[in-house]
């Protein structure tokens, strides 16, 4: 006689594993590990406190192009104002 194996065996878990050390990086500001950047530090050339880009810093075409008409409008106001005042 044969053993006879159930229809339906128990799933086997998977084991969680923990991102990489080199992946995460402390963000001095939340204090613990962060997989990406919350937006809280004040970024330097395009990168926060704790070394990764800062994503808040970043600009989409759109507002590109929102930033330069802007200032442009700037500076024709200025123009006008040193003209007009002579």
């Known amino acids: 006689m044969s053993i006879r194996k159930p229809l339906l065996t ?8 923990r991102p990489p050390q080199y992946t995460v990086l402390r963000c001095p500001m939340v204090g ?6 919350r937006g809280l530090c004040i ?4 990168h926060g406190v704790c070394g990764r880009p800062a994503t808040h810093e970043m ?4 507002q590109q192009a929102i930033a330069r ?3 442009a409008m700037e500076a ?3 123009i006008e ?3 007009a005042g002579r």
Do not use: F, I, N, V
Request: net charge positive; charged share 40%.
């Open 10 to 17: 128990p799933r086997q878990r998977r084991r969680r594993r």
């Open 32 to 37: 613990h590990q962060a997989s990406w950047c």
């Open 43 to 46: 970024p330097l050339d395009g």
């Open 59 to 62: 600009m989409g075409r759109t």
């Open 81 to 83: 104002e040193q003209t």
């Open 69 to 71: 008409y802007k200032a």
């Open 76 to 78: 024709e106001e200025s």
